[in-house]
């Protein structure tokens, strides 16, 4: 069974970089049938979706993140990682990265547990 | 781009059904046949439930069921019991740019 596992720093200070990993056991990041993605939710709100990659490397972002946002594919680890520069208070939020079926549909079936990120001084 | 449209929260009784709306645009809801639901119990990830408007994935109980009628879509949990308590977001692909939109979510109830 696939499972997903965020890991990172749960306090960035304002103004820098938060760095985030994802890494996927029982499966291959390199699958032909996925994308990997990256979605998150502040405290006690909804879910945003923030970016998404394929094991070519090949990325897209949610356009109010977009020039903030890199994600990046290792599939020699089997992982994929987000960097959100210039972070403010708005960006805390738990943060989840998800599979994404490629095809004809739009769905996440699988999602890590997620992983809490504070921006704080 | 705005969240789609949910009610913030509904409730029902152990064994009745309630309905969960998704209100979105002919950008989204009303113009593909992609709309997902997800399932979040407090502390926990989300877990689909519904895809492609009305599929269930294997091992999703077949109380859950989904549809659509032009921009909106509808979420059906028949037979309620108390572990469906839970928020339940709907999604849908976009064409304005940020692939996918998220509803607010609804908190529902079992009473």
């Known amino acids: 069974q696939l499972q997903l596992q965020e890991s990172g720093p749960g306090l960035v200070k304002p103004s820098e970089t938060l760095s985030l990993t994802c890494t996927v056991s029982g499966g291959s990041i390199s699958s032909t049938t996925y994308y990997w993605d990256w979605i998150r939710q502040p405290p006690g709100k909804g879910l945003e979706w923030i970016g998404s990659i394929y094991h070519s490397g090949s990325s897209f972002y949610n356009p109010s993140l977009q020039s903030r946002v890199t994600i990046s594919v290792d599939t020699s680890n089997n992982q994929f990682s987000l960097k959100l520069n210039s972070v403010t208070a708005t960006d805390t939020a738990a943060y989840y990265c998800a599979r994404r079926v490629l095809g004809a549909t739009i769905h996440f079936d699988i999602w890590g547990q997620g992983t809490m990120v504070t921006v704080s001084s | ?111």
């Open chain 2, 1 to 111: 781009q705005s969240a789609l449209t949910q009610p913030a929260s509904v409730s029902g009784s152990p064994g009745q059904s309630i309905t969960i709306s998704c209100t979105g645009t002919s950008s989204d809801i009303g113009g593909y046949n992609y709309v997902s639901w997800y399932q979040q119990h407090p502390g926990k990830a989300p877990k689909l439930i519904i895809y492609d408007v009305s599929s269930r994935p294997s091992g999703v109980s077949i109380r859950f069921s989904g549809s659509k009628s032009g921009n909106t879509a509808s979420l059906t949990i028949s037979g309620l019991q108390a572990e469906d308590e839970a928020v339940y977001y709907c999604t849908s692909y976009t064409n304005t740019g940020a692939l996918v939109l998220f509803g607010g979510g609804t908190q529902l109830t079992v009473l």
